[in-house]
């Protein structure tokens, strides 16, 4: 039997997700979320929420219980990987209070996850759905679920990762391009530097074909967290919950900066992700049904964007649907792409040279941006 039939669904309670759902809450329109996920569990590792992210958070009303257990550092340090010289120092804290209004902050993102997640009524999520088939009728958009569930909407936002079954049902999307490089992650207590105290509260340090990124997650500094990219093309699982080898990571950092070498050496355990890249999609929409984040626009890391444009998409996805109304949603999803996709192909293509921040840089193009301000076309 299908199910009841909501206005607007959207496809995944992941942070783009969430935060699209948040956003329509503020102007009085309700969604139902699809996802695939049996419940609901503090997973991930760190995450940056750059200015720009953190105008999104405070419009949604959850940027105050954030900022009460982020860490926000007071500069962004880039160094060489091995004299330890500085290539960068940007001022964040109070300069970046100063400069954009909004902090920087670093945090797990379980916790982002959860906060965004009590945004939303818990009744209004439905777990366990795994889409299976969509398609467009003169009725709405038709979603049929794994587990044999059927939904009917008046419009559908996909906001299901970097394998969205959504774009995959609809598009024709380049098939994904391997770099040839994997990242390891994770996160775990301070603590177990057994008191080593390392130079730089956030820091990336650039070697020559590889780098490293240390910061702490919590304003506690009681749990720290470091990301890598290098060389491994043997490896090709685009998977965050893949286990890596401790052991080779060290070893693949063994001539970095003692500070490097500390924190790898108290790590107990890591993830890692084959980086694959993406071409940009031609087009996000088709009819009522549009994509968002990283269905549409995936980067490789190296900004630290990924998030933060699923955040400013949710935040402009909804302007564009209250400005012109719901009577016309395929109007409003197309003026979304068009307000959107520049700025996501200009952040993809700096991502991919990976030169970000690594020298003097001034980053207004992207932390100023403000998704509830900015001119829609």
């Given at each position: 039997?299908?199910?009841?039939?909501?206005?607007?669904?959207?496809?995944?309670?992941?942070?783009?997700?969430?935060?699209?759902?948040?956003?329509?809450?503020?102007?009085?329109?309700?969604?139902?979320?699809?996802?695939?996920?049996?419940?609901?569990?503090?997973?991930?590792?760190?995450?940056?929420?750059?200015?720009?992210?953190?105008?999104?958070?405070?419009?949604?009303?959850?940027?105050?219980?954030?900022?009460?257990?982020?860490?926000?550092?007071?500069?962004?340090?880039?160094?060489?990987?091995?004299?330890?010289?500085?290539?960068?120092?940007?001022?964040?804290?109070?300069?970046?209070?100063?400069?954009?209004?909004?902090?920087?902050?670093?945090?797990?993102?379980?916790?982002?996850?959860?906060?965004?997640?009590?945004?939303?009524?818990?009744?209004?999520?439905?777990?366990?759905?795994?889409?299976?088939?969509?398609?467009?009728?003169?009725?709405?958009?038709?979603?049929?679920?794994?587990?044999?569930?059927?939904?009917?909407?008046?419009?559908?936002?996909?906001?299901?990762?970097?394998h969205s079954p959504v774009r995959d049902n609809l598009f024709v999307a380049a098939p994904p391009k391997f770099s040839g490089r994997?990242?390891?992650?994770?996160?775990?207590?301070?603590?177990?530097?057994?008191?080593?105290?390392?130079?730089?509260?956030?820091?990336?340090?650039?070697?020559?074909?590889?780098?490293?990124?240390?910061?702490?997650?919590?304003?506690?500094?009681?749990?720290?967290?470091?990301?890598?990219?290098?060389?491994?093309?043997?490896?090709?699982?685009?998977?965050?919950?893949?286990?890596?080898?401790?052991?080779?990571?060290?070893?693949?950092?063994?001539?970095?900066?003692?500070?490097?070498?500390?924190?790898?050496?108290?790590?107990?355990?890591?993830?890692?992700?084959?980086?694959?890249?993406?071409?940009?999609?031609?087009?996000?929409?088709?009819?009522?049904?549009?994509?968002?984040?990283?269905?549409?626009?995936?980067?490789?890391?190296?900004?630290?964007?990924?998030?933060?444009?699923?955040?400013?998409?949710?935040?402009?996805?909804?302007?564009?649907?209250?400005?012109?109304?719901?009577?016309?949603?395929?109007?409003?999803?197309?003026?979304?792409?068009?307000?959107?996709?520049?700025?996501?192909?200009?952040?993809?293509?700096?991502?991919?040279?990976?030169?970000?921040?690594?020298?003097?840089?001034?980053?207004?193009?992207?932390?100023?941006?403000?998704?509830?301000?900015?001119?829609?076309?």
């Open positions: 039997m299908p199910n009841a039939i909501p206005d607007i669904v959207i496809i995944g309670a992941g942070i783009g997700g969430l935060a699209a759902s948040a956003c329509l809450r503020k102007f009085g329109i309700e969604s139902v979320i699809y996802e695939q996920a049996h419940a609901f569990a503090r997973i991930g590792s760190g995450i940056q929420m750059s200015p720009n992210a953190v105008r999104v958070l405070d419009g949604i009303g959850i940027g105050d219980r954030l900022r009460g257990t982020a860490f926000e550092p007071p500069h962004w340090r880039n160094r060489d990987w091995d004299t330890g010289d500085m290539s960068n120092e940007h001022p964040l804290g109070p300069d970046a209070m100063k400069r954009y209004g909004v902090p920087y902050l670093l945090m797990h993102r379980g916790d982002l996850h959860a906060a965004l997640h009590q945004a939303v009524p818990d009744e209004t999520i439905l777990y366990d759905h795994k889409l299976s088939n969509i398609h467009q009728t003169d009725d709405g958009v038709s979603l049929t679920f794994e587990n044999g569930n059927i939904a009917l909407a008046d419009a559908v936002i996909a906001s299901d990762g970097v994997l990242a390891y992650r994770t996160t775990f207590p301070t603590s177990l530097l057994n008191g080593y105290e390392i130079a730089d509260d956030s820091v990336k340090w650039w070697g020559p074909d590889r780098h490293i990124v240390i910061y702490y997650v919590t304003r506690a500094r009681d749990e720290i967290y470091f990301t890598t990219s290098q060389p491994e093309p043997d490896f090709q699982v685009e998977s965050w919950s893949e286990t890596g080898d401790v052991g080779e990571l060290r070893k693949a950092f063994a001539g970095f900066h003692p500070d490097v070498r500390a924190v790898l050496e108290a790590c107990p355990a890591v993830n890692k992700w084959a980086i694959f890249e993406r071409e940009p999609l031609p087009r996000w929409v088709d009819g009522n049904i549009v994509l968002m984040g990283d269905a549409c626009h995936p980067m490789t890391p190296y900004m630290a964007q990924g998030a933060a444009n699923a955040l400013e998409d949710a935040a402009v996805l909804t302007r564009c649907l209250v400005d012109g109304g719901t009577e016309d949603i395929a109007s409003a999803f197309r003026r979304f792409e068009a307000a959107r996709k520049p700025r996501t192909s200009d952040i993809q293509a700096t991502s991919h040279r990976n030169e970000f921040m690594r020298k003097k840089t001034d980053p207004d193009w992207v932390y100023g941006y403000d998704a509830w301000t900015t001119p829609l076309p």
